[in-house]
């Protein structure tokens, strides 16, 4: 590198992780292959990882709705306790470059930590606006990657319960301003061994095959 060029600033990862199992979690197993084909594809550039337990997160409570309900009032210290973790929450979904998020499904949907995110984060007058025409998104866009884990089956022939986790999360992300969000899933992980085996492959491969394709596409974009 010249002396006189200044260093890539690194790719900035914030992964969200929603499961309560731990590094046994197939949603957090699937999202390291994420993490490691955004990794090959920063290159030089490296990455900077940030990463939020959500399990750790308090959900929004009453001063929460006290304070956004009623902008004009001045907040007391128990609401300014309150919007500081949502501020937090936002300031870091502003700083970074690309989103993860490492997540089971529940009952259908998105588990309970995860939510309680979602409304930190969608939040009037801060990362959406109400118009006449409905809830516009103040947020700039930037890739989101889902990885997703389901105990039974929500693709193919084999699928047998509803989703809902998919076009919620979709419909709240765009909410924001985050448009370009891709899911990935490892279904079946109630099934039994060789069930999760096959499952795990499936949510791999696909991994390295949009990352692949992705980087082929660039590559043919930079040529031509």
């Known amino acids: ?8 600033a690194p790719l900035r990862i914030l992964r969200l992780i929603a499961s309560p199992n731990g590094n046994a979690s197939e949603s957090l197993k699937l999202s390291e292959r994420i993490l490691h084909a955004l990794t090959v594809r920063a290159g030089i550039r490296g990455i900077e990882l940030t990463d939020i337990d959500l399990n750790t997160l308090s959900p929004v409570d009453a001063t929460y709705a006290h304070a956004l309900a009623h902008p004009s009032e001045i907040a007391t210290e128990d609401q300014k306790g309150t919007l500081s973790r949502s501020d937090q929450m936002i300031i870091l979904l502003n700083a970074c470059d690309v989103l993860v998020i490492a997540t089971p499904m529940h009952n259908y949907s998105v588990p309970s930590p995860l939510k309680a995110w979602i409304d930190h984060v969608v939040r009037v007058g801060k990362t959406f606006l109400s118009t006449s025409k409905g809830k516009v998104g103040t947020l700039l866009d930037r890739p989101v990657y889902v990885a997703v884990a389901t105990g039974g ?9 509803p989703d809902f986790l998919r076009p919620y999360l979709s419909a709240v992300l765009k909410t924001i301003g985050l448009n370009q969000v891709h899911y990935f899933t490892v279904e079946g992980t109630a099934k039994g061994t060789d069930a999760l085996k096959t499952a795990q492959k499936i949510g791999y491969d696909d991994v390295h095959t949009f990352f692949h394709e992705e ?3 660039r590559t043919h974009e930079t040529v031509a």
């Open 215 to 217: 980087i082929e596409a």
């Open 153 to 161: 089956y929500i693709s193919g022939e084999r699928a047998r319960q």
């Open 1 to 8: 590198m010249n002396p006189s060029q200044k260093p890539l």
